[in-house]
Every structure is written in structure tokens, then in C-alpha cells.
Nanobody, 116 residues
């Protein structure tokens, strides 16, 4: 059973930084794409950033220029460095993984709260 475990959420003031991490376990297959999504209260889940096995990145508009996604293929981990945080970045952040031959998996989510 593939599991994704996130860490690093918390409370930060506007303008501050947080680093989220996610570790995948339970599979020997490679992970084609790893990413971060977020959901604010009353809103739909949106893509924050994704990164392919080859290192190609894709960022949502809100993340461009402020967030940086990275991964370690050997360790099956993905991180999201979030800088210049804004109150509108508040939400639950979910790690995702597209595992070869197995499909999509999601973490349980980690809360990020940015105070003004």
C-alpha cells in the first residue's frame, strides 16, 4: 500500500517562509510525477506545483516566483519551499504522487496558516 506522509505545515506570519516535505513509501515502482495541491476553506483544490521524475516543474499562478518544488527520486521525497507567504496561501496542502503502474495517491494533508 502506497503511503504519502507530509510534514512541515504550521502557522507563520505574512512574508515568512515554510518548507513542506512529503515521503512516499510502500512501493518499489518509480514515481512519475510528485506534486503539491492546496485547498482553502470554501474553495476547490488547486495545483500548487508539480515535478516530474526528470525534474520538469510546473507551477500554479499563485506559486510562481515564490515557491520552489524539488524532489529526491532515490528517497521518493518531494519538498515545497514557500517564501513570501501571504494570508491567501492559507489552506490544507496535500502531497500527491503518480506511481508507475499503480496510479494516483494522496497524503492526508498538512495545514498551513498565514497570519496578516
Amino acid at each position: 500500500q502506497v503511503q504519502l506522509v507530509e510534514s512541515g505545515g504550521g502557522l507563520v506570519q505574512a512574508g515568512g517562509s515554510l518548507r513542506l516535505s512529503c515521503a512516499a513509501s510502500g512501493t518499489s515502482f518509480s514515481i512519475i510525477v510528485m506534486g503539491w495541491y492546496r485547498q482553502a476553506p470554501g474553495k476547490q483544490r488547486e495545483m500548487v506545483a508539480t515535478i516530474s521524475e526528470g525534474g520538469n516543474t510546473n507551477y500554479g499562478d499563485a506559486a510562481k516566483g515564490r515557491f520552489t518544488i524539488s524532489r529526491d527520486n532515490a528517497k521518493k521525497t518531494v519538498s515545497l519551499q514557500m517564501d513570501s507567504l501571504k494570508p491567501e496561501d492559507t489552506g490544507v496542502y496535500y502531497c500527491s504522487a503518480l506511481v508507475r503502474y499503480k496510479g494516483d495517491y494522496w497524503g492526508q494533508g498538512t495545514q498551513v496558516t498565514v497570519s496578516s
